[in-house]
């Protein structure tokens, strides 16, 4: 097992990693959308999104994957009626690759966030 960490994603904001690669599969931590530097990205959905993905591509880069091997993502929602401009977001990113996924509204996130994100990717 390998602890994933790297600058260019926000610091774990708590006692977790930002990932784990085990048996060639990287497991990510729900991304929020935080600059590398800790500045949370106000904005609508969006924004909230198109940052989630930045972190997300800086730790599978880190973990020596990217979005195109990424199998599986869980998205969490605050409010269910982000889901279609979330979801414009979320196709821009991966392009004609569709990992399996899961969408949830939940009742609250870190800091208060619109949306979370986190991955299951391939490490070759």
Excluded: W
Excluded at 34 to 59: P, S
Excluded at 82 to 108: L, Q
Aim: glycine share 6%; net charge negative.
């Amino acid at each position: 097992m390998k602890t994933v960490s790297t600058t260019n994603a926000p610091a774990a904001i708590g006692p977790y990693a930002q990932g784990i690669i085990v048996n060639g599969l990287f497991y990510s931590s729900g991304q929020i959308p935080l600059t590398a530097d800790g500045q949370l990205v106000e904005g609508d959905i969006v924004a909230q999104t198109t940052q989630v993905f930045e972190n997300l591509k800086a730790v599978l880069a880190e973990a020596g994957s990217s979005l195109d091997k990424v199998v599986k993502t869980t998205v969490f929602l605050k409010d269910m009626n982000d889901f279609a401009a979330m979801n414009e977001t979320y196709a821009k990113n991966f392009g004609d690759h569709k990992p399996a996924r899961s969408a949830v509204e939940v009742a609250r996130l870190p800091k208060d966030v619109r949306v979370e994100i986190e991955v299951i990717a391939v490490v070759e």
